[in-house]
């Protein structure tokens, strides 16, 4: 898929971690963003699905809505441990994403223990459109 085997890949950075994520639209690359995120944090193929939580978040761009998306993330899995495995973005527009994300709660006695990641950054953010294909760099503190 798109020249990494589940749409992103890791980026080692002195001190912190990147990911580098690709997708055909914005859609899909925010998608894949989220889960080379939730993979720093555990193994995403042990995650199940047993229930879902709906995301919403405005910005005043694309770029600002990727950082404030993967911001809520983080949210939702240091206040209620909240590990998602499927996504579903229903919008993206230029200042609103509107989500579905299917997941459950991480147990730390299934799920293994990667990175505490605690923000995405804006440090060396890129959020581009390569003839058609879509990439993000983007940096998480850790």
Same mark, same amino acid.
């Given at each position: 898929?798109?020249? #990494? %085997? ?21 859609? +899909? ?18 995650? !199940?699905?047993?229930?879902? &939580? ?22 939702? #899995?240091?206040?209620?441990?909240? &590990?998602?495995?499927?996504?579903? &973005? ?7 994403? !509107? ?5 459950? !709660?991480?147990? %730390? ?18 959020? +581009? ?9 983007? &940096? #998480?503190?850790?």
């Amino acid at each position: 898929m798109l020249g #990494f %085997p589940m749409g992103f890949e890791v980026l080692d950075i002195s001190g912190d971690v990147g990911i580098r994520a690709k997708g055909s639209d914005l859609k +899909e690359v925010f998608v894949s963003a989220a889960e080379g995120m939730y993979s720093l944090i555990t193994d995403i193929d042990k995650v !199940d699905v047993k229930k879902h &939580i709906k995301v919403t978040v405005a910005s005043y761009s694309h770029e600002g809505l990727l950082v404030a998306w993967l911001n809520e993330l983080i949210f939702y #899995f240091d206040t209620y441990y909240f &590990i998602g495995k499927r996504i579903v &973005i229903n919008e993206l527009t230029q200042s609103k994403i !509107d989500a579905v994300v299917e997941g459950e !709660d991480f147990d %730390p006695l299934r799920h293994e223990k990667r990175l505490l990641v605690k923000a995405a950054t804006y440090h060396d953010l890129v959020l +581009e459109d390569k003839g058609g294909l879509y990439q993000v760099d983007v &940096i #998480f503190d850790i």
